[in-house]
T-cell receptor
Framework: AQTVTQSQPEMSVQEAETVTLSCTYD???????LFWYKQPPSRQMILVIR??????QNATENRFSVNFQKAAKSFSLKISDSQLGDAAMYFC?????????????FGPGTSLSVIP | ETGVTQSPTHLIKTRGQQVTLRCSSQ?????VSWYQQALGQGPQFIFQ???????GRGNFPPRFSGLQFPNYSSELNVNALELDDSALYLC????????????FGPGTRLTVT
């Protein structure tokens, strides 16, 4: 069974600085997607960025980028120029491409605080 | 284009009761997945509905059941509520096979006393 681990329960960053959130996962599959989701206090889960496992190039979305290390099964999220609105829970998630249904497995989350 | 909506926002039930939660999928989406998010944890996959049938299930007992309607909206039913069922219940919609484009609703907070 696949598992997703986030070893940092809480992180903080100064406004305008850069922060990296860590995620490792365990799988025996070769085809899958990885995601970072953001959940602000409003509870709405928002997709931040996704990475297809077959792509070697790291995904980037504006201030958000990932460092995907497939062999190491590591998938970290870097947030540049942090803003107050980035404060939220961040979840790393995994979705297999080898099942007939869309089950997404989430990690336990990292709570990010942004200090003005 | 309308987003994913869920009702009610909050709900309080007593142990042993039954509850029904509702989800309207985003326009154009035909698949709905339900997740349970206990306090301080990540969401856990309950099941997915496509073409009005359950086509995948996580590690949840049969007292968790669901329905999907022809308009792709969905219900989650939980029978014989237990205290541990207290959680945020999230639904997410997508096109079948494309959960990389999965959109979540704001959730229903269920408290079981």
């Amino acid at each position: 069974a696949q598992t997703v681990t986030q070893s940092q329960p809480e992180m903080s960053v100064q406004e305008a600085e850069t922060v990296t959130l860590s995620c490792t996962y365990d799988t025996s599959e070769s085809d899958y997607y990885l995601f970072w989701y953001k959940q602000p206090p409003s509870r709405q889960m928002i997709l931040v960025i996704r990475q297809e496992a077959y792509k070697q190039q790291n995904a980037t979305e504006n201030r958000f980028s990932v460092n995907f290390q497939k062999a190491a099964k590591s998938f970290s999220l870097k947030i540049s120029d942090s803003q107050l609105g980035d404060a939220a829970m961040y979840f790393c998630a995994y979705r297999s491409e080898e099942t007939s249904y869309d089950k997404v497995i989430f990690g336990p989350g990292t709570s990010l605080s942004v200090i003005p | 284009e309308t987003g994913v909506t869920q009702s009610p926002t909050h709900l309080i039930k007593t142990r042993g009761q039954q509850v029904t939660l509702r989800c309207s999928s985003q326009s154009g989406h035909n698949t709905v997945s339900w997740y349970q998010q206990a306090l301080g944890q990540g969401p856990q996959f309950i099941f997915q509905y496509y073409r009005e049938e359950e086509n995948g299930r996580g590690n949840f007992p049969p007292r968790f059941s669901g329905l999907q309607f022809p308009n792709y909206s969905s219900e989650l039913n939980v029978n014989a509520l237990e205290l541990d069922d207290s959680a945020l219940y999230l639904c997410a919609s997508s096109l079948y096979g494309q959960s990389y484009e999965q959109y979540f609703g704001p959730g229903t907070r269920l408290t079981v006393t």
